[in-house]
Every structure is written in structure tokens, then in C-alpha cells.
């Protein structure tokens, strides 16, 4: 049967003009939703996992359409609930070569951000599921949003449900008066599997020291935490905003691995690469063994680029057949 | 020469899905800005005048994106400024028939809704100017909006520029501490013109009763205000969201008058119709006798409702020729 | 707690040209899925209750996408399954004033048309349902559609779940070998509530003769199925493609009656409107009285009109007002 | 087998706002072509006849792609000939209720424009010809269009192919030197069927007064040109721009007949109507007798009002159905 | 006086989602119409040649949007026939680097597959035409489809118009009862022109072993038919499916000849890219020699690539350019 | 306070086809405005300066919306003035890899060809000017633009204005009977800067000879115009349509320098990319020293190459960023 996995955060609507074009040109948006875990959560439905996502939306039709995104894109929204005024928002201006992306925010004052400890149920939430994932941009919402996470945490611990935390260091992002380096230890001392860069090591948890590779940061890591199994990370060379290089690399406490470098030479869409390859990492953890899992989570990351849209909704099968080394994309009748 | 408006309130980005589709149907919203005040000067402009809309966007590519909105439509930008995080925003699903059009607001902690007083150089902005038009949604947005208001209109008063206000009575907006009972009587006490519903009058300012018509309001409304040189109201007919009758009506203090009605079969879209109802309002007076002005008042307004978008970018020859009653809509080559 | 209804039968991809343009004109198509019963369990969830669609789709792309959008509009979809290899469709040209709609089908050798007895299994579906629904299209589509509507139907009279049926008389439809005359009675004969015209009822089961009215006609196929609690129509005057006119009749055993003509001006997509009647009579009849239950019915098939797309997402707050007698279509916000 | 006509002049790019917007509005155009002559070949296409235009376009991809338009819509286009540097132009802004459509021309200079007399193998292009149509626009675009479109005339009369000419009264289109006065009396007297609004005989051939009536200056045109068999014409009543009544009437010499009016309520473009009713006209001449061929002319006219384009595309199915008296546009399946 | 090519093929509507959308994404589909024999049809008269497509369409209005398709791509129609109910579809969903493209097929029991011998004069088809091409899709879609193209090719053998067939092994397209290896070689033997891949002439004829490279093949190809002249190959590497690289080969019966390899960096629309070498590949014998038509037909390949669609459309400007070894695609004014 | 520049030119309205479609496929057309001497005043009204246009319109809805564009895109359009009947036009299907892009231009006759000396009240437009900027386009154009041309520049002269002039060597574009030899000297001798090719130099000057390099070029020029401070230049090299790379070079009668070479590997449109140059050099020299003005304008010409249109909307961080070697394009948030 199906593994489910579980996952919390807020869900934006996307905003972006169409192509390539410029804020200033646009006179439509297109529009999605999207936010780290949900990308997450709908990455492993489209992979087969039963996936549900726990949030919070204004109770009014734009909350419901939200609703209906995750829904339409096979997650399971009955942890949905709502209340507050506004939907969180993201703005992106598709970049191309040397010309970045933009992505300006508005979530402040979310229906999101506005959540407070004791509106989850987090026992119900979490009967029967396999998988918790939550990421660092949660605790930098709002107080409340960390609070939140770290009930989630602690009940999936006491249920036996795996956690992951995908963690960056994103110090602009906080701003509610605690800094990430007060938050985040408690959080990620109750996860199993930990997602970071090695900046996010070092300005996180002060750790390793200025030189100091993927590595050895990973060991302090782990030691600092004992909890943590395996500390993965991702390698990205942006040759330009068209042309990605990623590879993957995972210390387990004992062995550490790496993966070949993928070369997306063409990026339709970059949003959400980094919580394909958590969900691959997910699932190949769940299903295979850890090279593998590895292996499947690059894939997936690659695969995202290509794809427009937070959210990875690639086929088991193109997962398997790029972790198993066709890189050709050639066509399927 | 050119006349000169000065408009001042908040622009919000306005995003609809395309046709009559419903929220829960789009998969991208038309992009447009609107607001009363600046709806007004838009319209001003198209007809001819010289328009500059005072407002505050956030300091990112939204907001210039805002202004240049207004640039396009030939407004003055210069009283334009930025601060702030978050550019005000409306949803609007558009209705038909029985089913109403739905509007979802998000202007909480808008930039536009922190300005302070002292924030406008209102000498600056005056200069040169014939008209000041504010609206009563101003006011209702928070304290600091309400307080400029008054600054510039008493400014206006103080250098000879008439004042107009569109007041109307949305209870439900004022929801910073203040009620428009309390707020409103010093902005009106200093205008020359006001636009209001009976119900406007009844409900802001105590004045008459149950029963009592336009006029007889109108009458009170400028025995408590004396500097009130007319009162002009408009009555809507709404057969259904696709159908409108609307005319005029107008009491300077010593006669009454109204216009005929205009009967709209095919509504397009109806947002931003009272606001060129006020715009064609200015326009008469400032350039017709009163008769006239309100004739094409009403003109302006009835043309409005076949246009897309909150502005009247109609032509001073159309609303010219529906005022001397061609209905026909004849094509021209 | 919500009451919940099942439905079945063939969903089909929906491809229609965009506006007013011919097919000859197309080189878009607007996508969505349609098809009678799915469209009533759609327009019952937005209204409130739970509703699950049974049908089957092939297992590729399209049949998942079809899935999707069903999920999008809150339907449970447990109960779709997955075989054979072609989506039914349905192409839509939409006519104007005097110009017809044209619809061209494509349903034979589909997925649905290949379904067999025994492939559902009707106690599970049926499960803590409150009202089965099925619709005359299905049993012409394919003997084995037949069966398998007659098993539904069936076991939901076991269960003690409600059925209603809308049968209309389709005689170009019934290609299988089987005509309407020799399937729909036992079909019929086992529902609580059926939607008919007083053509269906004459030429279907034989009743009546030329000049009969439509309570004669239910009187007699009450008379003939005992079962039958209440046999209800919709009366539709066709004053052009863009302006409808429609009231609802019923007669229960004892008393006939008739809702007041509402009067659709400005049709935006007439597709489904007798769907949205029927749902409505669903919703009417778990939820009031009889005649609210038919105006609520006329009401929600008055709104479906001006909504593009098969089913009727309106809210149960719109469909109340109109009903209430708000046909003014007042904008909110 | 499938009769045969021949149309002749200048073909134009339309440049049309999506949907209502202003030309201030767009950011895109719908692209299509037309003019009068070659409307009236596409509409007796769709309705099963053989047709082919005459036509000038510049020698590059426009050009090509403005051919490849004609041979969709089932022209024939082997007598389209290529020179000249710039294709006609028309840019619609399509207007509602009150306001009037607007049409900006850019045709000066274009290749059409710059035709001459010989370039057209006239005997070549009539062969198998039933039918020659020319419309009062092509005389006035040019002295070589107007000495082209003689030629072609007097090679119809020679050769026994029928001639028909839409003649309307637009001074302000006659730029080239000569007036509409001087050129057009050749070109009519040639003609066996005439098709005119009363202004277009008074003014182009001074013939009766201010007061009368069609059938009198249709007689005193017949009398003028007694090749003439029929002067068409039709009366339309512009309600507003979105609501249009037409009707027919024709003077044959003996008996002047008029058909009923038709209401199109909701008008989708009405650019067009005019061609629709000529080449109803010609098919019904061809095939029926005068007055179904008049009301089948209407019901064309009236047709065309609900498609987008300048081109008629109804089948004769629709035609017929209309003209024997079905207003409700009832959907098909 | 420019030569003819008749071609023989089923044509399908094309539906794809815009841009890089995933079918899960799509709300509307680009409409098109391709099928690899009109696809050569096409290419031929974009570079300058008559070309007459024999298909069968449903007699409706979809059948008749097919037709029009290819006239306005400047195909001789007057043999498309028609009957049957439905149009043979294919859903391509986009892919990009290490994404595949998808494709979907629903053409069983479509219009062309129950084609039947007889039902095309292929002597009115081919008089006057200089080739006639045919592909290996056509047999495997139905007996009556294989045995109406061997008709075609009879024909022209004995009428001394060139066949060419473009053959592909696509095992699993053959479902009607007879095997590829059973039905091609009948066909194949009456061919003058062969273009094939390795794997075909081994896996259709049984011919050569594991090893052999093109060249050997071809020899035994043309050894077992001798009627064929030319067997030509084209290589494509996949580096990506957004970055190709082709060149073509040639076996005359005495020189092998290859072409240089053409780098296509950014992939638009692969489909149809075999089909543009196949017409290249005529154009060339017919007025080229050998070399030059390879050359000629690999550029043709190449430049397919860049065009969305099925088609191609680029000139013959295009393709000499190209051909000659200018591969800036600098801008043209 | 910002520097403000003064530019003057034809503003043709961009027709162009949807992505990468072909004319033949377009049925809706992009709709922007551009011209190279305007695309110079928005690139450099987006870094910050003050820019104004002169040119002229046709006094219609379609002059008045390409005044608007121009507005929208912060320039002062005070010096836009209005006559003749047309808008210049260019048509731009964009090509990829080796397809090249196709332009077909519109132009004879156009508002601005009709120009005539004394039309421009130089003295008042270039009031307050840093800058004044012109294109070997405008003299081009008609006899009227060059001598308008002239006044400008030496206007320029006469009030200390500093001139650059970014000639080309177009020669078909030359038909109003003076040939580029003739008048281009008068123009380029008051001119400070001069944004040339090698090819430009040696054919409308005869300087140099065949193999002579783009330095000694540049100082015979600067010998025979002694005014002449910078000659610059710019090397393209088109390795295809979607790939290209360019470097700047500049002698200023000392040195010569160069920047090192960027590749824009992923074209979005290279349209406007020259202007793009010719903003960065001017904003560069009125800014920074010579190398860094040569660096910012080859980062600025990079730049254009992703962004849709043919104005460079980036930002100065933008430039600036590309400018210190971020080649990276590394989504901002």
C-alpha cells in the first residue's frame, strides 16, 4: 500500500507575468499556488504516495481555490482550515541567462502566518502517515507558525513518524523578533533526516568554521543532534538563469555519497527544484536504499527545471528513467 | 487651456479571471489598477483635462508598475510616492444576469493605508490646480488617510480650488476605531460639491428620516454644511448584473433637476461607473451649466459600464453625443 | 452533518472554440469535462454536500486529468476507475441570438461505454449515501452502461438510499441494439423522484396521448411506478441562443406545482442548465419542503446560465437570494 | 452542380482589441482579413457555392498569409496576384450599447490601391462564372481599381455572367480626384442587380427628393439604367451598438416586396452584416425565387451579426431554418 | 512549371497543451492538424510545389476545419473524401532537456481507418503528379488502409509517377491482425525511394544481422527489391529533447554519401522533423542531384526543429541558406 | 539631480506572431512600439535619467495609444506631436537557431516620414538637456527627417548639448533619392560620439580600405570629423538565432579598449539589442570613465537579449551586477 507522508507550511498564491516578460510589461498574470512543503507534498502524490497537506486559508473563495489546487493536484485537504483575511502571495518575474528571476513577497499578515499553537490536531493529522516534512521557512513566518511546526515535530516523534526538515538560511526572512539561531536548534534536534546547505550549517547552528566542506559540516551536525540520521545537500552551479548544474550528496553518519552532476541546459521554471529533490529524497529514502534515494532525488531536482509551476509533477517512470542514466528526452508515443 | 484635477486616494492592483469565469476557474487574472479617486482622473484626462492622482505604492516593481499604469492612462505622476511593503489589492468575479459580481478586498496594511500627515506636499500639489476630489472611501481606509484628507482639502479651500467629495456609506469598510459618523462632517463641511445616495446622507450625518427623497435631503445636507454649493446623486436601477438604468439628479440649493434615464442593456463591466458619473460630473461643471453638467454626468457614467477595467477612457466626442441622445452606437469610420 | 450523493456515468473531455468563434475558426480549444451526472454531483458540492462521481476513464494522462478536475471541484473520486483507452468528448460551438450552438460527440468505443456488471461494487459506493443519482444518457450509451446504472439502482433501494432519475427522450442516442422503450422501465420503476418532460414520459413508456399536460402525463407515470414519489419538469422557453426563459413544475401524488418564470437575458453558457435543475431539486428536496425544493430548483438552473463551463458552482447564498426573489444580480462586495 | 461567383476587390488586415477594449487597452490584436467583395465570396463558400476573388497583395509573407486566409474559408484563390509594397489595413475597436465601434483604414498606397487596368485576364477569370460582384468601395479607392472593376463588368455582360454591385454613399472615401458622382453612373448601368440604401440613390445619381420612399428611387433607377432587373435594400435600426433590427425590400420593376424584421438582441460584430446580406441575395437569386431570396438574404444578414469576423461562415442549414421562421437558436446535438 | 507530389495518409487533430504545461496543467489546447504524409504535403508547397493531400475526414464540421487546415496551407484538397463519425487525435504534451515529450494517440476507429479499396480514383489522383509518398504509419492503421495505399502505389507504377516510402518499425501500431513484416514488403518492392532506419530494414525485413551498419543494409534492401533506386537514412542524436543533432545518409547502389551533422541547440517542436526530411528529400531528387537532395533534405530537418507545429513552413530561401552552410540565422529586414 | 537625454526618431507599432509561430500561423498579433532611437530613451529612463521623445503620430486613437506606450515607459512625451494619416509599421516573426528572424516593414508614408524642418521647436525640446541622441535610421527615413535631423544635432551644438549618433549602413533603407554618402557627413561631423561598425565607417564615409580593422577605422574618422571624441563599436557574433555572443570596442584618439566577450545563450529577443548599447554607453560616459561606460553598455546590450520586446527595461543593479561579472543569474528574492 501506498506510504503518505505529511506536510505543513503556507501555500501562496503565484502570481507571474506571462514568458518572459517584465512586471512592467504585464497586463495578465498567470496563476498557481505554491509554498516549499505543499510543492513537496504534490511531488510524491505524482509519484504514487498518499500526501496531505496541513495550512491555513482565508475563508473566502480565494482560500477555497487554493484549496482546489491541492486538491486538484491529489493531495488530500481535510487538515485544511481557515481563518484571517489575507492569502499569502508570491510575485515572479522569469529571468533568462544573465538576467535573474524576481520574486517579491506579500505574506505578511497571512491567514498563514497567523496561525497559533493548538489549532492543529496534530495526533489526527498524523495517524497512519509515514513521513513528516516541514521546512525553515516556517519558523520564520510568525511565532505562532513555529510553534505550530515544532507541535508537529514533537507529535510525529512520539507517533514514530519520520521527520525531515529542509533547512536554509534565509536571515532576511526573519523578522518577527526571534532569530533563526534561537528557533531552529529545537526544531531540528527532533528530525531524522536533515536537508541543508552548508551555509545553512555554519549561520544556523554555528557550526564548522569558514573553510570547512559539506562533510564535516554534516558530522558536527550529527553530532550536535544525535537524532539525525542522514544530512543531505544539494550542489547547484547556476551557469545562468538558463543553464543549471545540480548533483546531490548525502553524510550518513558513516559513508558519504555523491551523485553525477545533471546539466539542465534549458530551465522552463527553477521555483521549486530544491522541494523536488527533498520529495525525491523522500520517497527514494522510503523505497530504496540510500545511494539510490540519492540518485532519485537529483532526478527529480533536475526534472523540476523543466517543468512550470512550483510543483514536481513529473511520473515515477521519467524519475527512474533519468536516475538510470537517459538523459536523451527522447520522445514517448 | 487644459483645466487641472487633483485626485488623492489608493490605488489597488485589480486582478479578475478573464470573462465570467469563476475564482475557482482561472488559471490567470487580467491586470489592472483602480481606485475611485484616480478613476476620476483617469477619465479627466481621456476627456481632456489635466489630471495628477496623489497615492502611495510600495518602493518595488509593483509599484512602479502601478504608476506607470497611471502614466499610460495620461495622468501626472509626480505626486506619486513610495513606501511601504504591500500594494493594495482587489479580486473581481465578474457576474451576470442573477448571479452578482464579487469583490474580495485586500488593503490591510496597504502602503496607501500607512501614509501620515505631513507625508503631502499639498501646496506642491495644488498649484496650478482647479479641482481637488476625494471620495469617501479615503477616510474609511485608516486614520493617517483620513487626517491627509483633511489636509488637502482644507489646503484646496485655502487656495481657491473647488473641492468635491463622492461620499457613500460602507459601513463595514471603517474598521480602524473611528466610525464615518465621526469623521466624515469635517471633510464634507469643506466641500463644494458632494456626491452622495440619500442613503449617504441619512446615515453619515443623522440628517432626515425614513421616508425622505433626495432633495429634501440635499437641502438639509446643505443647511448644515453651508460652503455645499450642490449635491448630486445618481439612481441605479439594477434589472440584473447585465442590465442597468441609471440617471442624475441634482439640487444647487435653489432647484432641483434630473436627468433621463439611460437604460444600459448590455452591461460590460460595471466597477468604476460612479466614479464617471464624478468625473463627468467635474468635467460639466468645470466647462457646462449645471443642466448640461449633469446630462453628462450621466452620459459618462452610462458609456462606463461598456468599457473593461475601473477608468472611462471614453472620448469627450462620445459622451458629447450620447448627451445630445444619440443611443444608436453607430459605427464610425 | 453534510448529506452525501453518488452519481454515475460518462464524463467527457469538453473542447469548445473560444467566444463566439465557429469551428472553422478555432485554432484553441478551451478545455474542460463534462457530462450530466458528474455536472449535478459537482453543482451538490458546492452547495455544501459530499458527493462522489462514479465513472471510468482510460488509464493515461487525459483519464487522470479528467480525475482531477473532478477532485478540483470537491468530488470524492475513490470510486473512479481506470480502463480501456479513449476519453468520451464532446466538441461545443456556442451559437448566439439566432445562431444554434452546435455539439458534436465522439463517446463511441469510449472508456465509460466499455464498462460491464460487476465492475462497480455498489455497496461500497453506496455507503453512508443519502441519494443516488442517474440520468437517462447513461443506459443509451452502451448495454453495458445499462446494466451497471440498473445495479446502482438497485442496491441504493436496497440500501435505503433515495434515486432519482432525469430521463429525456434521446431516440438518436440508443445506437446498441436495445431501444429506450425496452430499457428505461425497469430503470424507472425503481426510482423515488423523476425529471422528465412530458415528451420523455409520452414517448418513452407509451403514457398519454397528443394534447396531454404534463400532470396528466406524471399522474399516469405515478399510476404506472408506484414507487415514484414526485415527478418534476422544467419548462424552457427558447426565446433565442442568448435569452432563455425557464419555470419548474412538479407533481407529487396530490398537489401540482409551479414555480415563476425567471427570465435569463444574457445567456453565457447554456450547457448543464438542466443539471444545475436537477441538483438543485436534490438539495431542495434533502434540505426543504417541496415547493422551496422547486424554486430552489428553478433558481439554481436560472444561474447556471450565465456561468461558463458544465457545472453550476454557485454558492448556496447565491442560489437562496435569487430564490428569495433578488433577481437584481447587485454586485457585492 | 455547385454554381460559380466571382468577386473583386481590396482585401484588408483587421487589427481588432481582444474582446470590448479600447485601442488604448490592447496589447494584442485578433488578426483577420476582409473586405466587402471578398465577404460576400466566403459567405456563398460556407453556403455551397464556387467562388473566387480577384485581389492585389504585396509579394511577402503578409501577402501570403492574406491569401492563405481566402483559401481557408474555401475561396479560390489562383486569380490573386501579387505587387505593391503594403497590405490595406482596418483596425476595429468594437463598441457596446452607447458607444459606437470605431474604425481606423490605413489603404492609401496599398498594393490593392495601386492596381491598373490589363492586370486582370478577365475572360480567364469568368469563365464558368454565374455570377460578378463588385461593391461601391472598390471605385473609390483608386481610378485604376474603378477602371479595373469596369473592365471586369463589361466582360461579365459580355460573356453572360449576371453582375451585381452593393453601392453605398461613403463621399469621404473618394480621394483619388474623381467623385463618386462622375464614376459610379458606367459602372451601375452595367449591372443586373443593384443593392442600395435609398441615401446611396439619391446621392450618388441625384435622382428623386428629399421625401421619397425606396420604391420610388428604386423605379426612377431602373428607369435611369434599364439594365437593371432588381434594386435590393435593407433597413437597419441601430437600437444601440449591441441590439440591431434589420429588414429586407426589393423593387423588381413589378412588385416591391419586404420581409419581416429580424431582432439580433445581442450583437457579437456587426462589421460585415452588409456582405451577408449580398451574398444571401445572390444565392437566393440563384436558386430560389425573388422573395425567398430576399428573406433569405435577411436571415444571412441577420446571422452574420452573431459571428465574429467579417465573414459570414452559417451553413445553409442555419440560412434556411431562420428564413422559415425557427428565432429560437435551440442548441444541436 | 512547378512539379506535383500526391500524398496518402491519415491527418489527425492535434491538441497540446501551451508552452511546457503538463496535460495535468492544461486548461486549453493549441488546435492544430498533422499526419506524417500531409506533413510532406505541406513542406512541398511551402517551398514552391503543387501538392494534393487523399485522406477521409467525417463528414461534420471538424472534418471540414481539417480540410481547411490543409488548403490554407496550400494543399490541393479535392480529394480529401468524406465519411465515417470520427477524427483520428493525438495529444502532445511538450517536453524539455531530460523531459520527455508525450503523445497520446486515439485513432482507432477514426474516419481514415475504415478507408476501404476503391474508395479512391487513384488514377484522377495521380494524373499529371511528378511523386507520390506514402509512409509506414498508413498500413499499420487498418487492412483497408494498407490495402488502399497499395493501390496508390500500383497506380502510380503504372502511371510512371516515383513512390517513395518513408517506413519505420513501430511494432506496436500493428493491431488490426497482420504483422509489419507481413503487409510491407508488398509495398515496399514497388518503391523507387526508401527511407528507412537501420532498425527497420532489419526488424520489417528480416534483413542483415545485429552489426551491420546502414550502408549494408541498404545494399540488401535494394537487393531483394530492385526496383528501388535509393535508400536513405537520417541520424538523429538526442542529446537532450531540447538540443538534436542530424545528418542524413544516402546508398544509391554504387556511393554512399552523408551529410554534415547539424547542431540544433534549442529544440521547439520535434514532431514533425522526419516528415520535413522526407519532403526535403524530394524537393532534392526532383531538382537537385543526390548529394545536393541529401544536403537539401537534412537542412529541411533541421530548420523543423525551430517551428512549432507539425509542418514545415520555411522557405526555400530558407532551406538553401542552410544548405550552403549559413548557420547565423542572423535577422532578415 | 538626473542627467536627462533627448532623443529623436520613427516609433513603428511591433506586430509580431506569438512565440516562435511563423506569419502563416499568426491569428493574433503581439502589440508593442519601438524604434530605435525611442528603445534608447526607455533603456535609459529605466536606469534612472530623464528622457524625452520627439517624433510624430497620426492625430488618431492609434498615435494617441503609441504615445501612451511611450508614457508607460517613463518618458515625457511633451515634444509627441500629431499629423499625417499613418503609423509606421514593422512586422517581426522571431526565429531560432538557424531560422532567422524576418522584419517586414511598413513605413513609406508614415506620420513621421512626413516631417518637415521647423516642425520641432528644437531650442525648447532640448531645454535642460544632458544628451542628445540620434540613429542613422531618421535620415533615412525622408529627406524632411534628415534635415529635421540636422536642426536637432545642431541645435545641440549651439547650446552645449553633447551628440551621439549611432549610424548604420543600411543602404535599401536610402529611397528618397539621396543616397547615405550624401547626407550622413553634414550629420556626423557635430557629433561627440559615434556608435559605428567597421562596414558602417568604410561605406558611408569611403574610409579605409578593405582589410582595415575597426581601430584605424575609427581614427581616420576622428581625423575627418575632428570633433568626433569616442568612436565606438559593437562585435556580434551570431552563432544562431538563439545564440549569441558580443563584446564592445571603443578608440577615443588614445586608446583603444575592449570587454571581454558575453554569451547570451539563450536569446529571447535580440531586438533593440543595438539600442541597448547605445543607452548603456551613454548613461556609462555620463556616469563613469570610458572602460567602465564600455562595459556598462556591452552588459547593458547582454541584457536586452532576454527580455521580450525592443526596449531594455532592466534595472541599473541589474546592469551593474552583469557589469562586476555576475554572470550567474541567480534568482533575487
Given at each position: 500500500?501506498?506510504?503518505k507522508v505529511i506536510t505543513f507550511g503556507e501555500v501562496m498564491m503565484r502570481l507571474s507575468p506571462p ?40 475563508d473566502n473563495a480565494l482560500g477555497k481555490a487554493a484549496t482546489q489546487f491541492l486538491r486538484k493536484h ?100 526573519w523578522k518577527f523578533g526571534k532569530s533563526m539561531q534561537e528557533v531552529m536548534p529545537e526544531l531540528v ?145
Amino acid at each position: 500500500m501506498a506510504k503518505k507522508v505529511i506536510t505543513f507550511g503556507e501555500v501562496m498564491m503565484r502570481l507571474s507575468p506571462p514568458g518572459y516578460s517584465k512586471f512592467a510589461q504585464a497586463t495578465s498574470f498567470e496563476l498557481a499556488y505554491g509554498g516549499g512543503e505543499a510543492n513537496v507534498a504534490i511531488s510524491l502524490a505524482y509519484l504514487g504516495m498518499k500526501a496531505a497537506h496541513v495550512t491555513r486559508f482565508p475563508d473566502n473563495a480565494l482560500g477555497k481555490a487554493a484549496t482546489q489546487f491541492l486538491r486538484k493536484h491529489w493531495l488530500s485537504t481535510e487538515h485544511v482550515f481557515y481563518g484571517g483575511d489575507m492569502l499569502g502571495k508570491y510575485f515572479l518575474e522569469k529571468g533568462a541567462v544573465h538576467r535573474p528571476s524576481e520574486v517579491i513577497y506579500e505574506r505578511e499578515g497571512s491567514s498563514f502566518s497567523l496561525i497559533a499553537p493548538g489549532m492543529v490536531d496534530w495526533e489526527a493529522v498524523l495517524k497512519d502517515a509515514d513521513w513528516f516534512h516541514w521546512t525553515g521557512i516556517t519558523p520564520a513566518i510568525s511565532e505562532g507558525a513555529a510553534m505550530c511546526c515544532l507541535e508537529g515535530i514533537k507529535t510525529a516523534n512520539r507517533m514514530g513518524v519520520k521527520v525531515s526538515g529542509d533547512i536554509n538560511s534565509r536571515k532576511n526572512m526573519w523578522k518577527f523578533g526571534k532569530s533563526m539561531q534561537e528557533v531552529m536548534p529545537e526544531l531540528v534536534q527532533n528530525c531524522d533526516v536533515v536537508i541543508s546547505s552548508s551555509r545553512g550549517i555554519r549561520e544556523i547552528f554555528g557550526l564548522g568554521k569558514a573553510g570547512d566542506r559539506f562533510r564535516t559540516l554534516a558530522e558536527q551536525l550529527m553530532y550536535t543532534f544525535p537524532r539525525i540520521e542522514k544530512v543531505v545537500g544539494k550542489t547547484r552551479k547556476s551557469i545562468s538563469a538558463s543553464h543549471q548544474q545540480i548533483h546531490g550528496k548525502m553524510w550518513d553518519g558513516e559513508k558519504y555519497v555523491k551523485t553525477e552532476r545533471l546539466n539542465i541546459t534549458h530551465v522552463i521554471d527553477r521555483v521549486g527544484t530544491g522541494d523536488a529533490f527533498a520529495a525525491g529524497l523522500i520517497y527514494g529514502l522510503l523505497h530504496y536504499g540510500d545511494i539510490e534515494a540519492l540518485k532519485f532525488a537529483s532526478a527529480a531536482c533536475a526534472l523540476k527545471h523543466t517543468l512550470p509551476g512550483d510543483a514536481n509533477m513529473v511520473s515515477l517512470e521519467n524519475v527512474l528513467s533519468l536516475m538510470q542514466g537517459d538523459t536523451s528526452g527522447a520522445i514517448r508515443r
